[in-house]
């Protein structure tokens, strides 16, 4: 009798736990069911990249997770405190979800701000992916930012670089990168990027850091393919973990999103839990005419005030 318990008592739990699953696999799993979009219907396609007649100098403005958080003011407000900007950079998790109500509500506060019109460059984020055990990209990404399509040979995603006179910007998409063959091409291709960047500034956009800024938020395989590698990039903007760092050449940033609280297993050079966005100049402010400078600047989301800069040796 005793041994029918043991294995009835057992098999009852795991099957409970079975039909558990089943039900509960939308909330655990799966995407939640997408709002119902009632506004007017808009096109997905944000901005051109800047093209191969782009100045030496360049200014950009760099935001990291916003979380359809930034309203058409927002904007209004970030274009009015760099009115020289020549594009932005956004580090993932621009969106909420990766369901095409979320695009739209991006798109209804972006259009018609101060800053539509400007070049966008993007990495997608987690949120842009949707839920369950196989992650997949939101088809919208395709539609609404353009890219080139120079990335990792078969690996799908957003992951490309883009060249201009003074810098070469490479955008990596981290979160195919659990699945072995991803991360070794992704590595692989990433190597040969920063080799062959002919001088320029090396600046690479990615949304999983590979120095945590908040608690529990480690990532161990990012740390352990890119430390390395991205430590000879001249910059690493990166976003995630809401909460703004720095450990030269990492940063990472915090725009809009949730704060995190802050838990860090070595000593980084600067920290804060605030809302942050940066501005990235090439060019400026160079005393030397044979030299191109690098300089990163980061403001406070809420009133502009300056918190951190770095002037960028080139490697």
Known sequence: MRRWIKILIPTLLLAGGVVLCVIRWQVWFGMPAEPQWTGDTLDYVFSPLI???????????????????????????????????????QVGDWMQRGQNYYYQLL????????????????????????????????????????????????????????????????????????????????????????????????VVIMHHPVFSAAKGRFNS????????????????LSGHDHSYMRRTPFIVLNTSGPLKPQRFHYKPEVTDTVQVYGVLSIGHDSTDQHAVPMIF???????????DSLYVEHN
């Not at 798109?107 to 842009?128: D, K, Q, Y």
């Not at 600047?297 to 918190?307: K, N, T």
């Open 107 to 202: 798109l209804r506060e972006w259009t018609n701000s101060e800053i539509f019109g400007m070049p966008v460059m993007a990495c997608p984020g987690n949120h842009e992916y949707s839920k369950g055990i196989h992650k997949t990209l939101s088809p919208v990404w395709d539609y609404a930012f353009s890219r080139p399509h120079n990335g990792p040979l078969g690996v799908p995603g957003a992951s490309y670089y883009i060249d201009y006179p003074s810098l070469r910007l490479i955008a990596i998409d981290t979160n195919p990168l659990i699945r072995m063959v991803y991360l070794t091409r992704t590595l692989t291709w990433l190597r040969t990027a920063m080799e062959t960047a002919e001088g320029r500034y090396v």
């Open 51 to 89: 093209t191969d007649s782009t100045p030496q100098a360049l200014d950009l403005v760099v935001l990291g997770d916003i979380h359809n958080r930034l309203s058409r003011a927002d904007y209004d407000t970030l274009a009015a405190r760099v009115p020289q900007a020549d594009a932005l950079v």
């Open 297 to 307: 600047r980061v403001y406070r989301l809420s009133d502009g005030q300056a918190i």
């Open 221 to 236: 395989l990012i740390y352990l393919a890119f430390r390395r590698a991205l430590g000879e990039a001249d910059l690493v």
